[in-house]
C-alpha cells in the first residue's frame, strides 16, 4: 500500500511561488509513475504535471500547456519525495492539488490510470 501526503499549499498574491511536496510511503518510489493534478470548484480534475522514468533514477517530464514554463516537477528517490515548484502563479491556479502515483503506468495525463492519491493541499492565489 502506497501512500501520499502533499504539503506546501497556502495563499499567496499574483506573481508569487510555492512549492508543494508529495512524501510518498510504502512500495519502492522508483517504480511508481508519479504526478500532479488539480480540481477547482465547479471544474473537473486536470492534468498539471507527471514524470515518465526512462531509466534508474532518470525521468522525463510532461506538463500541461497551461503551466507550462511556470511549473518544474521533480523527483527526489533519497527521500521519497515528489515536488512541484510553482512560479508566477496566477488566480486561474487557485485549486486543491493532489499528487498521484501509479505502478502500472508511467507518465500518464490520464487520472485514472493513477490508483494511488494523497488528500491534496489547497493554492489560493490572490489577484
Known amino acids: 500500500q502506497v501512500r501520499l501526503v502533499e504539503s506546501g499549499g497556502g495563499l499567496v498574491q499574483t506573481g508569487g511561488s510555492l512549492r508543494l511536496s508529495c512524501a510518498a510511503s510504502?512500495?519502492?518510489?522508483?517504480?511508481?509513475?508519479m504526478g500532479w493534478f488539480r480540481q477547482a470548484p465547479g471544474k473537473e480534475r486536470e492534468f498539471v504535471a507527471a514524470?515518465?522514468?526512462?531509466?534508474?533514477?532518470?525521468?522525463?517530464?510532461d506538463y500541461a500547456d497551461s503551466v507550462k514554463a511556470r511549473f518544474t516537477i521533480a523527483s527526489d528517490n533519497t527521500k521519497n519525495t515528489l515536488y512541484l515548484q510553482m512560479n508566477s502563479l496566477k488566480p486561474e491556479d487557485t485549486a486543491v492539488y493532489y499528487c498521484?502515483?501509479?505502478?502500472?503506468?508511467?507518465?500518464?495525463?490520464?487520472?485514472?490510470?493513477?490508483?494511488?492519491w494523497g488528500q491534496g493541499t489547497q493554492v489560493t492565489v490572490s489577484s
Open positions: 510504502g512500495g519502492t518510489f522508483s517504480s511508481l509513475a
Open positions: 498521484a502515483a501509479s505502478g502500472a503506468y508511467s507518465g500518464t495525463r490520464n487520472a485514472n490510470r493513477y490508483e494511488y
Open positions: 514524470i515518465r522514468w526512462i531509466r534508474s533514477g532518470t525521468y522525463v517530464a
